[in-house]
């Protein structure tokens, strides 16, 4: 009888070592793990744990929620965060397979999150350089640089990129409505200057009709003033020329005389003609002499005077 409840005893110690519960959910969360479902393998191993705590059972426990953190971080856009809670799972030393599964998608996380930092350095670059285009006002370009980033499938898609969306939308509305702005600016200055361009050209003919006018008054008192003035010799026989219409008459000479009586230019229109074409010699004919007013110019025949 006593050696039926020592065996009976024994029987319960031993099962209570190994229980069923803990070897089923620590099989199913390295299953869960072979299928990277970490949540569920940490379900399974917290499970398992409860029934009995192991060396084995805490280190997976352990390195299956870093790799739960390194993703949550990196889909949360954490890189840097992403990549130190990996490495704790890369520098643990252990042989056991199910942790060399999680070191492996500890390196996956690690080089995914380096991929995904330089893109965002990249991201970031663009963005820098559409802002500083947009600050120079080459609107078209500035929007080329925004509309390119707007349409990256990882910005379009990633919830971590929800922030630069936005922030990319409002840049290219901006863009947009500063564009349409600067183009309404210049043409309200083109317009002003052209309006401007007008007035100072009104201006100028203005200036000029008035000079115009002012010259033609000027010269109309210098011609009443010179009008005035009396008659030079040298004049009255151009005027009497001019009165006698003598023109292309090589032979023909006027020449002023002397004065009348009445203070008169006398003039003296004559030519000369040749008797003798081999010695030149010859007489004079008188034309006429013409009396000319020095003030009003007045010529007349002085011989009928």
């Known amino acids: 009888m006593k050696g039926n409840l020592f065996l009976f005893l024994l ?29 569920e393998a940490i ?66 996380l690690i080089n995914e999150s380096e991929k995904a930092i330089k893109q965002r350095e990249y991201f970031q670059t663009s963005l820098v350089r559409g802002k500083t285009l947009l600050e120079k006002q080459n609107f078209d370009e500035a929007f080329k640089v925004f509309e390119e980033l707007s349409t990256n499938k990882d910005i379009s898609e990633k919830e971590y990129y929800i922030g630069l969306r936005n922030e990319i939308t409002k840049l290219m509305n901006d863009t947009f409505n500063k564009k349409k702005l600067f183009i309404e600016e210049q043409e309200r200055k083109q317009l002003e200057e052209e309006r401007k361009k007008r007035e100072a050209e009104e201006k100028r003919k203005q200036e000029e009709a008035l000079k115009k006018k002012e010259a033609e008054e000027q010269a109309k008192m210098a011609a009443a003033e010179e009008a005035k003035k009396p008659l030079t010799p040298e004049q009255a ?38 008797d003798d074409p081999e010695t030149g010699e010859g007489h004079t004919a008188t034309w006429g002499w013409y009396g000319v007013n020095p003030v009003n110019k007045l010529v007349y025949d002085n011989m009928n005077y």
């Open 11 to 39: 029987l319960i110690l031993l099962v209570g070592c190994t229980p069923k519960a803990y070897t089923d959910n620590l099989a199913a969360g390295k299953e869960e793990i072979e299928k990277q479902n970490y949540s």
């Open 237 to 274: 026989i151009d005027l009497v020329k001019k009165y006698l219409d003598l023109r292309d008459r090589p032979n023909l000479f006027v020449e002023y005389d002397h004065d009348n009586p009445n203070g008169d230019y006398v003039i003296h229109v004559y030519e000369v003609v040749i």
């Open 43 to 108: 379900e399974a191993f917290k499970i398992a744990n409860s029934n009995r705590e192991t060396s084995e059972i805490q280190l997976l426990l352990t390195q299956t929620n870093y790799v739960e953190e390194s993703i949550t971080a990196f889909n949360e856009g954490n890189f840097e965060a992403s990549i130190h809670t990996a490495k704790k799972i890369i520098n643990e030393e252990s042989n056991i397979e199910t942790i060399q599964a999680l070191k492996n998608r500890a390196e996956s």
